[in-house]
């Protein structure tokens, strides 16, 4: 596992660029909820602290991980965002259900990116258990959300670098 050598939560402040006057959104599937909420509490916390003021970060739910893409689409439709966040947990079942899902989710949440030119930050875990899922959302591994709103922070800042 990737993460067995680094811990999602680490990272040296100084490498962050401010959120000072930038939006965000954090799309959430409400999918195994326990994961994805402690992720997005770590997504919005860091987001926080590095200058984005509350009324900056707009929080959506949606059903489950699939759901993500249109959900950023959405939000994306309606401008003034500097990036989205989409948080999810798929943890692998006895079908190949998990394929499906996965590999739609990944092309879904890429192609939205590109399509509006907007960093949209792939945060779903995708995982053999639920116990490595909980171990990557604020568990042993630290929280991917967390991992998450550090890259979006950087992908706006290079974006506004042209």
């Known amino acids: 596992m990737s993460t067995a050598n680094k811990h999602l ?27 994805t909420d402690a992720l997005r509490r770590g997504a919005r916390e860091t987001l926080l602290k590095h200058g984005v003021v509350e009324s900056d970060i707009v929080e959506r739910w949606v059903p489950g991980s699939f759901e993500l893409a249109a959900g950023a689409q959405f939000l994306l439709e309606r401008g003034g965002l500097h990036g989205v966040i989409c948080l999810g947990s798929i943890v692998r079942g006895e079908t190949p259900h998990f394929d499906y899902v996965c590999h739609g989710t990944t092309q879904g949440i890429m192609s939205v990116g ?49």
């Open 9 to 35: 939560s680490h990272y040296d402040p100084a490498g962050v660029p401010s959120g000072a006057g930038r939006r965000f959104a954090l799309v959430v599937s409400e999918w195994n909820s326990e994961v």
């Open 114 to 162: 590109l399509k509006f030119s907007v960093p949209v930050i792939f945060g779903v875990l995708t995982d053999d258990s639920l116990q490595q899922a909980r171990d990557r959302s604020g568990g042993r591994h630290g929280n991917k959300g967390v991992d998450c709103a550090i890259a979006a922070l950087k992908m706006a800042d290079l974006k506004a670098q042209g």
